[in-house]
């Protein structure tokens, strides 16, 4: 069963071969649980301790976020993404960079009411 927040077949299948392979000898928790326990934290806003339990322990969740943060999985994942969607025409790229220039007025700027702040010699009254 999918739940609200996981990933669909046609998303876990085109996400699946973009996952390290764990090199390790111990089993695992499985990849696509622990990816949908992302997502889930990652679409409610939640706390990491607050994922439910079905998605495996916070801490393993968390883990193999930062792993895959720091390994580039999920910028591989953004590529890929991004070459699918522009392929199938679904991605226009041009951008529109305005260089309007907008002047504050004087006190929206934080500037000291009767103008400009006095030198201390000019305070005096010494040039």
Do not use: C
Not at 28 to 46: A, C, S
Not at 56 to 67: C, I, K, Y
Not at 95 to 115: C, E, F, I, N, Y
Not at 117 to 125: P, T
């Amino acid at each position: 069963m999918i739940r609200r927040h996981e990933l669909s077949d046609e998303e876990w299948e085109f996400v699946r071969p973009l996952l390290p392979v764990s090199l390790r000898g111990r089993k695992r928790l499985d990849d696509r649980r622990v990816l949908n326990g992302i997502v889930w934290k990652f679409r409610t806003g939640t706390a990491w301790r607050d994922v439910p339990e079905r998605y495996g322990p916070w801490q393993t969740l968390h883990t193999r976020f930062r792993r895959w943060a720091l390994d580039g999985t999920f910028e591989r994942m953004l590529r890929a993404a991004q070459a699918q969607a522009d392929a199938a025409g679904d991605i226009e790229w041009l951008v529109s960079v305005d260089s309007t220039v907008l002047r504050a007025h004087q006190h929206a700027a934080g500037a000291r009411k009767g103008g400009a702040v006095a030198h201390a010699s000019d305070a005096r009254g010494v040039a």
